[in-house]
């Protein structure tokens, strides 16, 4: 069971997996611009957490295998690789793990249901709202 924390602006945050160790989260993003500012905003809300950042195919289904992430935060649009494709892969290899897009891309236009059964992402976020990524987060991890 995670430990839970109060982070400054109030909010109830799940801090840590089964184990009790800090939270591990994959990044599927391009910008390394983009991904401090992410790890920002959930060290401001005083979550523990190691993440890995990968940009492509290979070291995503690596990452899967090696680091064993809890939740998963993916840019829609990268070189050479989409949001959709690591959604794809994480659904197959790591079904049970949140997945999030936290994008300025196109999230109006992603499918609500996907194909082959695979379920759609489960929550949308765009980098303009990034303050809003902690509690979502608190949301998805709540132990069911």
Not at 31 to 44: G, I
Not at 56 to 73: G, S
Not at 86 to 102: D, G, I
Request: proline fraction near 8%; hydrophobic fraction near 40%.
């Amino acid at each position: 069971m995670g430990r839970v924390q109060r982070d400054p602006r109030g909010l109830s945050l799940n801090l840590s997996g089964e184990d009790g160790g800090p939270l591990r989260l994959l990044l599927i993003e391009d910008s390394a611009d983009d991904a401090e500012l992410t790890t920002l905003e959930l060290a401001d809300a005083g979550i523990e957490f190691h993440y890995v950042r990968v940009q492509d195919e290979h070291a995503l289904l690596r990452a899967l295998d090696d680091f064993n992430p809890q939740c998963v935060l993916s840019d829609l649009n990268l070189p050479g690789f989409s949001g959709e494709q690591a959604l794809e892969l994480v659904r197959t290899h790591a079904p049970r793990v949140p997945f999030v897009y936290v994008s300025d891309g196109w999230l109006d236009d992603l499918p609500a249901h996907r194909p082959g059964g695979l379920a759609p992402a489960d929550a949308q976020l765009p980098k303009s709202e990034l303050q809003l990524l902690p509690g979502l987060l608190a949301e998805l991890l709540q132990p069911r």
